[in-house]
């Protein structure tokens, strides 16, 4: 479990649009495509720059908290992390068209 001071600190560092922090979205993004691995993140930051990642190493130290750098899932779609958070957050404001 992730100490509210971290969270609170990576919140103010990179930006609340920066974090997953929903637990339907956690669980999406503990999977990948081996069989059998699954370990659900208690949160899922998507840094934009270099500094950002800095920032969240520092946070990470700071908190003694595990880094886990995760690509594409094992790359099976050819797609990097910000490709699915980017569909992921056009799915939600696309508005619903009663289907």
Known sequence: M???SAMQQLEQALGKEKL???KEDLLVLGYDSTPGLH???????????????????EVARDHNL?????????G??????D???HRHL???DEPDSGN
């Open 2 to 4: 992730i100490a509210q």
């Open 66 to 74: 595990p880094l886990t750098p995760r690509g594409s899932a094992t």
């Open 20 to 22: 997953v922090t929903a």
């Open 76 to 81: 099976l779609r050819g797609e990097y992390p």
């Open 90 to 92: 056009s799915e939600q």
């Open 39 to 57: 370990a659900t993140p208690d949160l899922v930051v998507y840094p934009t720059s270099t500094d950002d990642v800095v920032k969240v190493v």
């Open 83 to 85: 490709q699915w958070r």
